[in-house]
């Protein structure tokens, strides 16, 4: 309700756009696209449907379909308006993201793992690629291979806490435990609530014999607590059933 009422204006503007213009494939776009962020998936669906009828060969409408039918458990659907936009744009990196997410969702890795290398052949920069590729490998035991993946992406986003996390328990699996533990303390200060738990839980679990007996790891755990104090002064809740210690999945850029 709060977020509906916060896009009021921008939506009220877009009705009146469509009024006088309905047939703009890109203010059916538009009007989608806030929809969406208002979380209404069902109706920015219909908006996307209007503006591939005005525009059939509309790439980026076909992919905004896509998520919103991603985002009401349509995942077949889904899936075929990804590859729709991938026919008109084979070079849409983004399409080959989110096909490869949806493709993960449904357990297909394989395929997964081809697309998001197609993402990266793309656009060699797209940070989620990388990581998702990552975490493909790694459930495959190519740690070393997925250990690259994740340096990669770092190469473009050196802040970004998922692959700094990501890499931590990567290298602490093959035994690296100072490097590992360096990548979860810089990433816990970049923690977003939704990791707080899965990144806190690794940190408390990993190798504690030998983690107790460096002075830095004491100083890592130090800043963790710190951290945690934080989420909960923001009154966040956390769910017991999520403290899973498995890396973060893949994160779709829609």
């Known amino acids: 309700c709060c977020q509906a009422g916060r896009h009021e204006p921008g939506l009220a503007a877009l009705r ?3 009024l006088l213009d ?17 979380g209404d ?21 076909h992919y905004n379909l896509g998520a919103a039918l991603e985002e009401q458990g349509k995942a077949e659907q889904a899936r075929n308006s990804y590859l729709r936009a991938l026919q008109i744009d084979p070079d849409f990196a983004e399409a080959y993201l989110n096909l490869g997410g949806a493709l993960q969702a449904a357990g297909r890795g394989s395929e ?12 060699p920069r797209l940070v989620a690629a990388w990581r998702n590729l990552a975490a493909i490998l790694d459930g495959e035991e190519h740690i070393e291979e997925a250990i690259v993946c994740c340096r990669k992406a770092l190469e473009s986003e050196p ?50 014999p030998v983690l107790k007996s460096r002075d830095h790891i004491r100083q ?29 999945f893949f994160l779709s850029y829609h």
Not at 173 to 191: F, M, N, P, Q, T
């Open 16 to 18: 009146r756009a469509l």
């Open 22 to 38: 309905g047939g703009r494939a890109d203010i059916h776009m538009n009007f989608g696209n806030a929809l969406r962020e208002t």
């Open 41 to 61: 998936a069902e109706r920015a669906e219909q908006s996307f449907r209007d503006a591939i009828a005005l525009a059939p060969a509309y790439a980026q409408a």
């Open 112 to 123: 997964a793992k081809e697309c998001y290398r197609q993402a990266l052949r793309c656009n």
């Open 159 to 208: 802040a970004d806490g998922r692959t700094l996390y990501m890499l931590g328990l990567l290298l602490e699996r093959l035994g690296h435990v100072d490097e590992a533990a360096a990548y979860v303390s810089r990433a816990i200060k970049r923690v977003v609530p939704a990791d707080a738990v899965p990144m806190s839980l690794t940190l408390a679990t990993m190798v504690p």
């Open 220 to 248: 890592v755990r130090e800043e963790l607590g710190r951290r945690l104090d934080m989420l909960a002064a923001a009154n966040l809740r956390l769910d017991p059933e999520r403290c899973a210690l498995s890396p973060p």
